[in-house]
């Protein structure tokens, strides 16, 4: 832990020089320790040669989807947590760490939701350079009053990408990357940035529409963590319980949460519980035995195969407000 600690100081050196000479990154609030920011080094730095293109490394694939959009053929891609996996739980390989010291830039969500990233960076050795992909957003704290008594208070959600408009800060911050290290097509991360950021617009209008269907009693949503707080935020929802305490899936409820989650699906007349596929049903499936609500599942840290419902960051918003809409209305 102490060696961890002297890297995040040495990690908030550096991001001091990044600021300072490139100055284009959005100003950040609420960051957490775990995010690591590295200087973005010159194309002469890189040493890319003619026609060679840039080695990315993504943590996730729900990261991985939107930075291959703004690379758009132009980079090579390698992502670290397969599809189906938990990034919360994920464990890095060896293949893992050598993709990474291998890797021109490696692209994270951060915030914390990389709770192997520490480690990793370890193995992978110095020289490493990291963009969370998050920076930039106000990240939303717990703020009940139970939750505090719990010991989670301070902890932010890292779960940004439930947000349209978070993920317009990602595809900022992907692009500006991008075309520091590739200036030669600079011009083609930028176009590429843009198509993107209109496709987002127009999901974050049609996810109002959907939403407009559900009565304002209705939206209440008990989830299997506490993974849906830009979304809530951002729709007129309100999140009144988790199976899991916190915002990760690391955290095993006690009896007591899980009575005050029984509780809060009576009070607040809660017509479902929705959990994510990467994690294991068993305690929701209790929840909802236990208070005759039924149990829904939604994608949360992970798209679905190539050609599923969800194999994309669109389908997957699409796959989940879809659900949620149908089972509140």
């Known amino acids: ?70 690379g758009n053929g132009l980079i090579e891609l390698t992502t670290l947590a397969p599809l189906g996996a938990d990034p919360h739980a994920f464990e890095p390989t060896p293949q893992d760490v050598a993709a990474v010291a291998d890797a021109h830039v490696v692209f994270v969500n951060g915030a914390g939701l990389e709770e192997f990233l520490g ?26 009053e139970h939750e505090k008594e719990d010991g989670h208070h301070g902890s932010a ?39 993107y950021e209109a496709q987002l617009e127009a999901l974050d209008a049609w996810i109002q529409e959907q939403v407009a269907h559900v009565p304002e009693a209705n939206r209440k949503l008990v989830t299997g963590h506490t993974s849906f707080s830009y979304f809530a935020h951002r729709y007129g929802f309100e999140q009144v319980g988790a ?35 990467t994690v294991n049903p068993d305690l929701a499936q209790r929840v909802v035995e236990d208070t005759g ?23 997957f918003m699409q796959y989940n407000v879809s659900a949620i809409v149908k089972a509140l209305r």
């Open 243 to 277: 199976v899991f305490p916190g915002y990760s899936t690391l955290a095993e409820p006690s009896a007591r949460e899980l009575a005050a989650l029984q509780d809060a699906v009576h009070q607040f007349n809660v017509r479902a519980v929705f959990v994510g596929m």
């Open 157 to 195: 959600d890292p779960h940004t990408w439930f947000d349209p408009h978070n993920v317009a800060v990602w595809v900022h911050n992907i692009e500006h990357t991008l075309s520091t290290l590739d200036p030669a097509n600079a011009e083609a991360y930028k176009a590429n940035a843009k198509a």
């Open 293 to 315: 609500t039924q149990l829904v599942f939604l994608y949360t840290g992970s798209l679905s195969e190539p050609g599923g419902e969800a194999d994309d960051y669109f389908s």
């Open 119 to 144: 480690s990793l960076l370890e193995s992978a050795g110095e020289g490493v350079v990291v963009v969370p992909v998050s920076y930039g957003i106000e990240l939303l704290q717990f703020g009940d």
């Open 1 to 70: 832990m102490e060696n961890v600690t002297h890297w995040i100081c040495a990690t908030v050196v550096i991001f001091m020089l990044l600021f300072t000479i490139t100055g284009c990154l959005p100003a950040t609030t609420g960051m957490e320790e775990r995010e690591y920011i590295d200087e973005i080094p010159s194309l002469s730095t890189v040493g890319l040669s003619a026609g060679e293109k840039l080695d990315i490394v993504a943590t996730t694939n729900i990261v991985a989807d939107v930075v291959w959009n703004v």
